[in-house]
C-alpha cells in the first residue's frame, strides 16, 4: 500500500507541475473566474430595466394622461416613444426599437367617464420573450396603479395579498445570481482542467511511457484528480469568501458545510471530465467532449429555468445533475443558513455522481488499454 | 562562364539568446566559412547542438546570420529563389492527418506547382519513392523509412537546384536507408547540389564532400577520405579469438589511450589517442570516417566506469531461467498480421537485439513484452511473470526506453526524475539518491532546472536513458536508444548499456546500426511482421556467407531480407 501512496503523490505532484508551470493555464484558472464572477454576476439578471415602449395614443382625454404619467414614472420605464399609427408602431417593434406597443383607444376616457371599465391593447415582441412577460407583468401593475389612484372608491374590492419574499426581503437578483454563479464557475473550470489530463498525453506521445510504469490505473487515476480537484476547491472556496465582501449579498451559511460541498461537487465534476479525457486521442477532443457534457449539465441544473417547470421525466434526470444540487446548497446556506441535516441529502447525490463518474472513468482505461 | 558555386559562406556567425534570462547568448555558428561547387553532395556531420540545423536554416533562408555574407546559387540569401531552394526540416513537416496524396499535392502546390499541370513530375516522384499505391494512406500511418521518402518528395517537387535534407536517415533501417540514398541522387537533376546532414557516417562516406561542425565552428571540411586520414596510423584491429565480443570492447573503451573501439565482423577494431598498438598483437586497420570523428572531437577524457551500471546489484539469477521469454507471440489488426508467431528468450545478463526494416514488427513485439499492448496470441513473461496475467509485478521489473522520447517537454529534468522515481514506488531519500545517481552517471547536472523539451537530443535520450534505470531493473527494454544521436554519445551508451547486463541484467534492444549490432550477445531479424533468422551476430553473419564471400552484417542483414522479400514474391 505504501508503493500505491507514493506512485500517486508522484503523479498528483507531476500533475499539479503540468497545470502550474503553464502561465496561461495559470492566469485562466485564476484571473478569469474572478473577471467572470464580476461580469456574470451582474449580466445576468432576470430583472428587465430600462424598457423602451412605443404607445398610439388615440385618446385624448385625462385616463390616457394619467396612465402614462404612471408609467414614465415607473423606476424600469426608460423612453416612452409615441406612434402615430399601428403601422409605424409594428415597425417599430419589427426593429427592436421597442420591446412592447401600447394601443390606447379614442374611447378610454369615455369609458372612465361613465364608470365602465376600459380596455387598452399590449403588443409585446415574443421574440423576447422573457423580458416580454416581465413588461407585460409591469404594465398590469402600472394599469392597476393607475386605476387605483384614479378611483380609489374601486381599489382593492378584495383582501389583497400581500407578499415578503423570505431570504430576499427585496427580490434582489444579484442574490440568486451570485450564489449561483460559484456552481457554474466552478464547473466550467473543473471540467477544462480535466477533460485535458489523459488526452494531454495521449496527445504528447507520453502515454505508452506511463502505461510501461508499474502504476494500476487507479493510482494514474487517483493522482489525475488531484489538480482539477484542488483548482475547484479554491476557486469554489474563493467565491464563498469573496461574495460577501464584494456585494451586498450574506453568507449565513457555515463554512464548515460549504467546503465539503464545494469538495463533493469538484470531485463529480473531476470525475464526468476524466471520463471525457479516456475517451479523447487529444486536447482538442477533449474540449469538444466538454462543451458537450457543460451545456445539458447546465440547463438542467435550474439556473436558467425552474426544474419544476421541466417534463417530469427530465426531473429525474435533473435529480442526477450534480449542478442542481450544488445550486441547493448554495442558494440554502448563502441565503437561508440550512443546518448539516439538510445539506447532507444534498451532498449524497453528488458523491453518488462522482463515484459512478470515476468508476466510469476507470473502466473505460481499462477498456482502452486492451 | 563558370557557374558560381551554390553555396558560399564567409565567417558566419550566429547568436541566440540564452536559455534563461541573463544568461550568456549561445553561440550557435563561428565563422563558419566554406564554398560548394555546384552539382556536389555536401554531407554536414557533427554532435548534437553542433550548429547543423542552424546552418541548413541560415541556407534556407529561413534565419538570418549575425554577421559574415551567406550566398545561394551565386545571389545573397536575402534574395533567395525559394522555388530553386527544396528545404526537408528535420523529421519532414509532413501532415500526418493528410494522405500522401494530400501532403505532396499540398507541397506542389505550394511551390508553385499545379499538379495536374505537370502530371509526369507527380507520377516520376511516386515511381522513385515507391509510394504509387500508398497515395490514399495518411502519412502518419507510413512506416519511418517510406514517411522520409514522401517528406523528401515534398522537398524536391520543384526539381530545385539545391536540396537542403536535415537528417534524412534518421531512424531508418539499413535498407531504406539505402533507398533514401538513392532516392536523394535520382532526385537531384543534373547539375544539382545535395546538403545533407547527418549523425550515421556511413551516409556521410557516401557524400563528396564533408563539413565537420562542434561547437559552432568547422572542425574538417574536404572529402570524406580526408576525414578518415585523421585517424590513420592510430586506428588497430585483432582477431576476436574466443572472447566474447562486447566484453573485449568493454574493456578497451575504459582505457586511457582508446579513443573508441568498436566491433566488425571477427575482429575488434579501436582508436587509440597516440600511434601506439593497444597491444602486441593488434595490427594497423584502414581507418573510415567514423574513426577519423572520434579522433577530431576527442577531449581526452577516459571513460569512467559506469556509474549508472555500479548501482545495479550483482545478480546472479540462473541463466536457464530466460528473464524475458517470447513464446509465439502474435498480433493482429483485423485482417493485418502485424507479428506473427515470434518465440525467443533472453537469459539473465545477456544482450539480445532485433533488427528489422522500419514497420517489419519489431516494435510491436517490443510494445507486447512491455505490457503496453496484448497479444492476439501467445504469451510473454518478464523476470518470470506473465504478462498477461501479472501485469503490473511485470513492469515493476522492467525499465522501458521508447523510441520517441516520452518524458514530459514542460517540466524540469528533476522534475521529471522525480516523477518516474515515485512511479517506481522510490520515495524520500531513496528516489534522491537514485536521481543523484543517475544524473551524475549521465553527465546531466547543468540541465537539472531546465525544460525537458529544451534538451539537445543527445542530452534528451541520456534523460531517457537515466529514467529507464532509476529503480535498477533486472530487465531493461530499450528501442532505438541511440536513434539520431552521434557515434561518441553512442559509444557512451553502450558502455552503459555492456555494463549493466555485465551485472546480470537481461537488456532488450532495437537498433539500426549495424556496429550496435556486433555489440549484442544473440541477434533476431524480423522481416515482414516474422523472425527469419536467429543468433549470434557472426552466426547471422554465416547465414549469409554463401551469397558473397565475407560479409559485414550490414551486407548479412540486407541479403537476408532482399531473400526473404524474393521469397515472398516467388
New interface residues.
Partial sequence: MRGAWTRIIAMALKELKVVLLDRRVLTTLVASPIIQLILFGFATTLEVRNIDIGVVNRDIGVASEQFLAAMAGNRNMREIRFYPSEAALRDAIEEREVIAGLLIPPDLSAHYARRETAEMGLLLDGRRINAAQIVAGYMADIAHEAGGRMRPELAHPEPEVVARHWYNPNLEYRWFTLPGMITLITTVIVLSVSVQAIAREREFGTYDELMALPMRHWEILAGKCVPAFCVGLFNGMLYVVMIPLVSDVPFNGSLLLMLPAIAAFSLAITGIGLAISTVSQNQQQAFLGGFLVIVPLMLLSGYASPVDGMPGWLQVVAGIDPLSHMLTISHALFLKGLPASAILPQIAPIMAVALAALALALGLMRLRHD | MAEAPHLRFEGVTKRFKGPRRRSPPVLALDGVSFTLPPGRTLGLVGPDAAGKTTLMRIMAGLVEPDEGTVEVLGDPVAQIDRSQVGYMPQGGGLYAELSVRQNLELYARLRGIEPEESPERIAQLYRLTGLAGFENRPSGQLSGGMRQKLAMACAVVAAPRLMLLDEPSVGVDPVSRREIWQLAQELAGAGSSIVWTTSILDDAERCDELLLLHEGKVHYAGPPGGLAQRAAGRTYSRALGTARPRDAVQALLEQPEIVTAGIAGDRVHAVTRAAVPPGPDWQVAKPDADDGFAVSLDTGVVLPPSALAAAFPVRSADPAVPAIAAIGLSRRYGSFTAVQDISFSVSPGEIFGLLGPNGAGKSTTF?ML???L?PSGGRGTVAGRDLTVAR??A??A?G?M?Q?F??????TVA?NL??????????GSRAAEAIERVVGALGLEGYFASAAGALPLGTRQRLALGAAVLHTPPVL?LDEPTSGVDPLIRREFWHHINAIAARGTAVLVTTHFMNEAENCDRLMLINQSEAIAQGTPAELRRLARGMAGEPTLEEAFITLIRSQREEAAA
Fill in positions: 510494445r512491455c505490457g503496453l496484448a503490473a509485478q513492469r515493476e522492467l522501458y521508447p520517441k516520452s518524458l514530459y517537454g514542460d517540466l522534475a522525480k516523477f518516474v522515481a515515485g512511479a517506481y514506488g522510490l520515495s527494454f
